[in-house]
């Protein structure tokens, strides 16, 4: 059974930064990759990084990529989104989630799904 399990979150100041970090189990294969999505109350979710298992592709949404960085750490199963410069609008649940191949932003091609984790940005 894959597992994804998150950590990292909390309530935060607008400008100040965050980790975020989502520990793989039972898969660690390079046929996936690992992407960062959130939902904000009464939004749709929506996409935010993602990266392949070796690091070397990433994708960020336009909103984000001048601020957060996605990253991995292969000894450890786990990838982390930094973030910085949070601003309100940051404020959702976020997830991380396993998706194809080749890095996507749909949401659909993810098949597993980590709890969740809440990230509160005050202005």
């Known amino acids: 059974q894959v597992q994804l399990v998150q950590s990292g979150g909390g309530l935060v100041q607008a400008g100040d930064s965050l980790r975020l970090s989502c520990a793989a189990s039972?898969?660690?294969?390079?046929?996936?990759?690992l992407g960062w999505f959130r939902q904000a109350p009464g939004k749709e979710r929506e996409f935010v990084a993602a990266?392949?298992?070796?690091?070397?592709?990433?994708y960020y949404a336009d909103i984000v990529k001048d601020r957060f960085s996605i990253s991995v750490d292969n000894a450890k199963n786990t990838v982390y989104l930094q973030m910085n410069s949070l601003k309100s609008e940051d404020t959702a649940v976020y997830y991380c989630?396993?998706?194809?191949?080749?890095?996507?932003?749909?949401?659909?091609?993810?098949?597993?799904w980590g709890q969740g984790t809440q990230v509160t940005v005050s202005s």
């Open positions: 989630g396993r998706g194809p191949e080749r890095p996507s932003s749909v949401v659909s091609k993810y098949d597993y």
């Open positions: 990266i392949t298992w070796n690091g070397m592709r990433t």
């Open positions: 039972n898969y660690t294969s390079s046929r996936y990759t």
